[in-house]
């Protein structure tokens, strides 16, 4: 199983920013998705953030953090970067970085989507409020 150490989140005042960070290890299939999804207070399922390819450093986004949220990934490091600005407080939240890992590479977006993540973080809190 992958591991996923996070780093990052806070408390931020509505239109700030915040970076959260992600190393993994312990990859085995050649094709993954690293990034993130959260947990809002009160909300019983989860709802996936972002992420970014190892093979091509692809993105997809959720529609509610497009043009707001960055993803990036230095493959190096197998470390992923999540650059929150604009901040809402709709965006208070618990986020986990995850990854899935898979033998053909088109599936993963699709995965990601239906939130089958083969591996997950702890989690950081992210609160925006002022």
């Known amino acids: 199983q992958v591991q996923l150490v996070e780093s990052g989140g806070g408390l931020a005042q509505p239109g700030g920013s915040l970076r959260l960070s992600c190393s993994a290890s312990g990859f085995t299939f050649p094709y993954n998705c690293l990034g993130w999804f959260r947990q809002a207070p009160g909300k019983e399922s989860g709802e996936a953030v972002s992420?970014?390819?190892?093979?091509?450093?692809?993105?997809w986004y959720a529609e509610s953090v497009k043009g707001r949220f960055i993803i990036s990934r230095d493959s190096a490091k197998n470390t992923v970067y999540l650059q929150m600005n604009s901040l809402k407080p709709e965006d208070t939240a618990v986020y986990y970085c995850?990854?899935?890992?898979?033998?053909?590479?088109?599936?993963?977006?699709?995965?990601?989507?239906?939130?089958?993540?083969?591996?997950r973080g702890q989690g950081t809190q992210v609160t925006v409020s002022s």
């Open positions: 995850a990854t899935i890992e898979t033998p053909v590479e088109n599936t993963l977006f699709r995965l990601w989507q239906l939130a089958r993540y083969d591996s």
């Open positions: 992420c970014i390819r190892n093979s091509d450093s692809g993105t």
